[in-house]
């Protein structure tokens, strides 16, 4: 075993088993990356999306990756923005990329439990989330509180133990995850059961996972703009719809999440001004 993948086991085995109190390994985990920008109008969705993957698909794929990078003589990592013009892969054929993206999209369907995304809309954020609940949780928390609903739903009946989130060390909206994660533990110790475990962040060069996951989140907001793939990652479109759970993120869900979580935050405040008192 390289040191790369037996670095990954460490990491695996270590946050795993801090998911139970009787110190056992729970076998799920999603690895999860986000897409688009806040405040840029070019990009009227906001995408946190990935895959769920078991222990014992998780060593294979992470090995398998390293190996297709190697053969197509790129380095870790990954990265979709990086095959712009002026990114580290711009310059690949689009014969090169066909072929690179049939390899990872076949290693991606093969050891996945399923893809998820949640996507939700600039425009629907504004208008059905409450200003005071805007205020504390950012498209991206909304986001993953979905997401997390989401793998919620397919474990139910399959699954009964807690799932840990990984998501890039160098996200921008690692704060905003944060936060959110915060509030889905909150209400889970309140009897709300929601499959939820830790939260951590990692270096997306040493895992394939978190790689997969940003091939995930770029490609789901694409689509939700309607566009076209370039030449050569036509192939990415294989992920869609199969075993890919992204439920249309309706406004009565949206506004019922929102006023939801305005009244934790005003049960914080009361809190906040009993302390103070």
């Known amino acids: 075993m390289s040191k790369s993948l037996l670095y990954r086991k460490e990491v695996w085995l270590l946050l795993h088993n ?34 769920l993957i078991n222990y014992s698909h998780y060593l294979r794929f992470e090995q398998a990756w390293d190996e297709m990078l190697d053969r197509h003589g790129m380095q870790a990592p990954l990265h979709m923005k990086e095959f712009g013009r002026d990114g580290r892969f711009g310059k690949m054929s689009h014969c090169c990329r066909r072929e690179l993206f049939e390899e990872a999209v076949d290693l991606i369907m093969s050891h996945r439990i399923a893809g998820i995304a949640a996507t939700i809309t600039s425009a629907d954020y504004r208008a059905y989330m409450p200003e005071e609940a805007r205020k504390v949780f950012s ?54 059961f929601f499959h939820a475990g830790g939260l951590y962040f990692d270096d997306d060069a040493e895992f394939g996972t978190l790689q997969a996951a940003d091939i995930i989140a770029w490609a789901t907001r694409r689509r939700a703009h309607g566009k076209r793939f370039p030449r050569g990652m036509e192939p990415i479109e294989a992920l869609f719809p199969a075993g890919h759970n992204e439920p249309e993120i309706s406004r009565k869900l949206l506004k019922q999440l929102g006023d939801n979580l305005r009244g934790d935050i005003e049960v914080w405040k009361e809190q906040r001004m009993t302390n103070l008192e």
């Not at 509180?145 to 807690?162: F, S």
């Open 18 to 51: 801090s998911e139970s109190s009787a110190n056992e390994t729970a076998m799920v985990r999603l690895y999860m990356d986000d897409s688009g920008e806040e405040n840029d109008p070019n990009t009227p969705h906001a995408v946190l999306g990935g895959m």
């Open 139 to 192: 498209i991206y928390a909304t986001c993953f509180i979905v997401a997390v609903v989401i793998n919620h739903k397919l474990a139910l009946g399959r699954y009964a133990q807690r799932i840990p989130y990984v998501l890039d060390a160098g996200n921008p909206n690692a704060e905003h995850v944060r936060i959110a994660h915060k509030e889905l533990l909150l209400w889970q110790k309140e009897g709300h």
